[in-house]
Every structure is written in structure tokens, then in C-alpha cells.
């Protein structure tokens, strides 16, 4: 179309599709100031919040008024709000809370790299790298603090998904299970609970699986199934098990290094065995998906990718195993079953 017989609007719906940047600001600062938990109990007035928070009252009113503009809390009566059904999964009590990885997208390491958007498309390097002098997860695994927002982060997600993960798939089928670079364990605990019969084993690095141990919903009716393997899975995959599971680990990583974990987990996983991947999908072409939007993170933080069923494909023949199955989950996910060629 010609521009000069385009109508304003279009140009004005164009600029209005920044304001996401405004949204996603807006909402990781009401969640770091934990402004849900405060409204557990009920509608309160801004001046109560802000003397709470120790913030100015003002532009505490005039950022929850945005959000109350985008569906995100509820101005009751003048200057007074309450939690409303997006806002309550703000809050950290919440099974499934998004808090976390709000905290975590809030954060400068993934702003910044986010911000650099322009060097990884003229690169296309990670813009993190550029910014901090050292690749992704080194950075984290340096900087403890960053390290546990993010495997809190990770661990709201599955909560979310491990439900559904655990419903969609036969897993007691395989009697033994191995989460590599499972993270704190949530995802495993959700299977190993559903599966009664089910042995388990939790494989990250020392440090993260440290932190995993602590984590309550390791009950004592699981403590006896589950075993923690210390695991870099650039280097080796344990053996022992037959079904191994990887939750977006993959798409962390370019080909070569993919292939790489691919080839480990081949190693290890026995010829009546399963390899599982968690992932996202790419939606149909000019749609819009949370596996495009994911594929941008990916591209300017760690240098991975998102990859179609097609793609998936090749990797993994490249590495020893044959796609045998897709299965598609909430949010854009999917499980990828593949078995040993």
C-alpha cells in the first residue's frame, strides 16, 4: 500500500506497540516492591503503600494507575487499590507465582542485553556477552545474587508448566528419570509425585543442586527416590537412567554446542531409552508467538535459538536419535520424544 493513502492509525498502532517497554517496566518494579503481597488482605490507599514502601507517593500512584489501565490491579475508589486477577500472580505466596521472573526481567543483566538488540542483529553475538566480557550463565554463576533471582525465576516457570508437563506424558512408562539441568528440582518432584513408582535423579552443577537440596517440596516420600548428580553436560551426561528430560536447555545454546549436549545425553541414555525436550514452538508464519518473543532473549542473552519441529529434527538426528513424536503444550510449549537410532 502506497503510504501516502495509509491512515494515521496504522503509523499510531505502530508506535503504540513500544509501549511494551512502559508495560514491562511498570510490572517489574511493582513486583520487586512486592506490591501484591501487600494487598493480600485488601484495598489500601497509595499514601499507606508508598509510607510502606518508603517511596514517593506520587509516582507510586501514577505507575499503579498505568497498570490499573492495563487489566494489572484495580483502583477501587481515588487513590486506593486492590489486587484483581493478573495482579494476585504477583504475588510470592502463589503457587505458580510470576514474581520471580519479574524480578528477574527487571534485572540490568537482562535489560541491558535486551537494549543491545542492534549489535547481536549486525553480529549476531549475544549483546550480554558484549556488555559483561563473558558468556551468559558464567556471568550468572559469578554473580550469586543474580544467579538465585534467576533460579527463582526458572522455578516459578515450572511451577507453572510442570503440571501440565507431568499430565501430558506417560513418564512411569520408563521407571527411571534424569532432569539434566533440572535447576532446583520442581519439574521432577511434579513427575516423580505423579508417578508413585518412578526413581529419579536431579543432574545440574554442584552449586545449583546445593541450592536444590534445601528446597522443601523434596518431601520425605521422594527423598528416597531421587538421587543429586553433580553434572556439567558439556563434559558428560550420567548414566543409570532411561528417560532423560531437558527443560529448555537446548534452546540456550547455539547448533554446535546443542549437538554437543546431544551427543553427551546419547552417550548416556541406553538404546531402549527416551530423550525428552521441553521447548518452545515457533507458531505458523506472521503470527505472533511466545517462541518468536523467547527467540529475541535467546539471540541478545545467550546466543541460543528457538527452532521449528523441522530443525529439532536435524539436531538431533546429527547427534544419534530420531524424532519420534511432538506434543503440544500450553504457552507455546511442546515435548519432543526421541529415541536412540
Same mark, same amino acid.
Given at each position: 500500500m502506497p503510504i501516502q493513502t495509509a491512515s494515521p492509525i496504522t503509523a499510531l498502532n505502530v508506535l503504540r506497540m513500544t509501549e511494551g517497554l512502559i508495560v514491562h517496566q511498570a510490572l517489574c518494579a511493582a513486583a520487586k516492591l512486592g506490591i501484591a503481597d501487600l494487598l493480600r488482605d485488601g484495598a489500601r490507599c497509595i499514601a499507606q503503600l508508598a509510607a510502606e514502601l518508603q517511596?514517593?507517593?506520587?509516582?507510586? %500512584? &501514577?505507575?499503579?494507575? #498505568?497498570?490499573?489501565?492495563?487489566?494489572?490491579?484495580?483502583?477501587?475508589?481515588? =487513590?486506593?487499590? $486492590?489486587?484483581?486477577?493478573?495482579?494476585?500472580?504477583?504475588?510470592?505466596?502463589?503457587?505458580?507465582?510470576?514474581?520471580?521472573?519479574?524480578? %528477574? &526481567?527487571?534485572?540490568? #543483566?537482562?535489560?541491558?542485553?535486551?537494549?543491545?538488540?542492534?549489535?547481536?542483529? =549486525?553480529?549476531? $553475538?549475544?549483546?550480554?556477552?558484549?556488555?559483561?566480557?563473558?558468556?551468559?550463565?558464567?556471568y550468572l554463576r559469578l554473580h550469586p545474587e543474580l544467579g538465585r533471582i534467576f533460579d527463582e525465576a526458572m522455578?516459578?516457570?515450572?511451577?507453572?508448566?510442570a503440571p501440565i508437563i507431568a499430565d501430558a506424558y506417560n513418564f512411569g512408562r520408563w521407571e527411571s528419570l534424569m532432569d539434566v539441568g533440572g535447576g532446583n528440582g520442581i519439574l521432577l518432584a511434579t513427575i516423580m509425585k505423579?508417578?508413585?513408582?518412578?526413581?529419579?535423579?536431579?543432574?545440574?552443577?554442584?552449586?545449583?543442586?546445593?541450592?536444590?537440596?534445601?528446597?522443601?517440596?523434596?518431601s520425605q516420600d521422594l527423598a528416597g527416590r531421587v538421587r543429586f548428580d553433580a553434572t556439567d553436560f558439556f563434559q558428560a551426561v550420567p548414566a543409570g537412567c532411561r528417560a532423560y528430560l531437558m527443560k529448555y536447555i537446548i534452546h540456550d545454546w547455539n547448533d554446535e554446542q546443542a549437538r554437543r549436549i546431544l551427543l553427551n545425553c546419547r552417550s548416556a541414555i541406553p538404546d531402549d531409552g527416551v530423550l525428552l525436550l521441553v521447548e518452545y514452538g515457533l507458531g505458523g508464519k506472521n503470527a505472533p508467538s511466545v517462541g518468536k518473543a523467547i527467540d529475541m532473549?535467546?539471540?541478545?542473552?545467550?546466543?541460543?535459538?528457538?527452532?521449528?519441529?523441522?530443525?529439532?529434527?536435524?539436531?538431533?538426528?546429527?547427534?544419534?536419535?530420531?524424532?519420534?513424536?511432538?506434543?503440544?503444550?500450553?504457552?507455546?510449549?511442546?515435548?519432543?520424544?526421541?529415541?536412540?537410532?
Amino acid at each position: 500500500m502506497p503510504i501516502q493513502t495509509a491512515s494515521p492509525i496504522t503509523a499510531l498502532n505502530v508506535l503504540r506497540m513500544t509501549e511494551g517497554l512502559i508495560v514491562h517496566q511498570a510490572l517489574c518494579a511493582a513486583a520487586k516492591l512486592g506490591i501484591a503481597d501487600l494487598l493480600r488482605d485488601g484495598a489500601r490507599c497509595i499514601a499507606q503503600l508508598a509510607a510502606e514502601l518508603q517511596v514517593n507517593e506520587d509516582a507510586l %500512584y &501514577r505507575t499503579l494507575r #498505568y497498570l490499573a489501565g492495563q487489566a494489572v490491579f484495580e483502583e477501587t475508589t481515588h =487513590r486506593v487499590f $486492590a489486587n484483581n486477577e493478573l495482579s494476585e500472580w504477583l504475588r510470592s505466596d502463589v503457587p505458580g507465582s510470576v514474581r520471580a521472573m519479574l524480578i %528477574y &526481567r527487571g534485572t540490568q #543483566y537482562y535489560c541491558s542485553s535486551l537494549g543491545g538488540l542492534l549489535y547481536s542483529i =549486525r553480529t549476531g $553475538a549475544p549483546a550480554q556477552q558484549k556488555a559483561s566480557g563473558m558468556e551468559g550463565f558464567e556471568y550468572l554463576r559469578l554473580h550469586p545474587e543474580l544467579g538465585r533471582i534467576f533460579d527463582e525465576a526458572m522455578t516459578g516457570n515450572s511451577m507453572l508448566l510442570a503440571p501440565i508437563i507431568a499430565d501430558a506424558y506417560n513418564f512411569g512408562r520408563w521407571e527411571s528419570l534424569m532432569d539434566v539441568g533440572g535447576g532446583n528440582g520442581i519439574l521432577l518432584a511434579t513427575i516423580m509425585k505423579a508417578y508413585p513408582a518412578l526413581q529419579g535423579v536431579l543432574a545440574d552443577q554442584a552449586q545449583v543442586l546445593e541450592r536444590a537440596r534445601q528446597r522443601e517440596f523434596w518431601s520425605q516420600d521422594l527423598a528416597g527416590r531421587v538421587r543429586f548428580d553433580a553434572t556439567d553436560f558439556f563434559q558428560a551426561v550420567p548414566a543409570g537412567c532411561r528417560a532423560y528430560l531437558m527443560k529448555y536447555i537446548i534452546h540456550d545454546w547455539n547448533d554446535e554446542q546443542a549437538r554437543r549436549i546431544l551427543l553427551n545425553c546419547r552417550s548416556a541414555i541406553p538404546d531402549d531409552g527416551v530423550l525428552l525436550l521441553v521447548e518452545y514452538g515457533l507458531g505458523g508464519k506472521n503470527a505472533p508467538s511466545v517462541g518468536k518473543a523467547i527467540d529475541m532473549v535467546m539471540l541478545t542473552i545467550t546466543g541460543g535459538r528457538e527452532r521449528t519441529v523441522g530443525e529439532h529434527r536435524e539436531l538431533l538426528a546429527s547427534a544419534g536419535f530420531r524424532l519420534n513424536q511432538t506434543i503440544p503444550l500450553a504457552g507455546d510449549n511442546m515435548i519432543l520424544e526421541a529415541q536412540p537410532v
